[in-house]
């Protein structure tokens, strides 16, 4: 399509040009991470743990204030993964993190 192109967009009711609508499908499918204060998650971001966490199988607890490095969200607006010494695949909640 080009920028002379309008389509019909169906939750305003109205006809948008095509480079508007593409932007509005960009941004839509962008979930935002937010952590236990609201402060907003991006990936690379490092976290401080607020609470201790028993992580299962692995049969090891994370302290309070242990800090995460180089988080990467995962699409879903509630969890992060990230790396910890010998723990592989840890995924945490967004509410038991703060932002550093």
């Known amino acids: 399509m ?47 743990l607020i609470k201790d966490l028993v992580v299962k199988g692995a049969g090891q607890t994370l302290k309070r204030g242990t800090l995460i490095k180089s988080i990467r969200l995962t699409g879903d607006a509630q969890e992060i993964d990230c790396r910890y010494d010998g723990i592989k695949g840890l995924v945490l909640r967004a509410e038991f993190v703060r932002k550093r």
Do not use: M, P
Request: aromatic residues 6%.
């Open 2 to 48: 080009s920028d002379d192109d309008y389509v019909y967009d169906e939750a305003s009711g109205e006809w948008i040009s095509a480079a508007d609508a593409a932007a509005r499908a960009d941004a839509g499918d962008a979930v935002e991470v937010r952590d236990s204060v609201g402060n907003l998650l991006a990936d690379g971001d490092q976290v401080t």
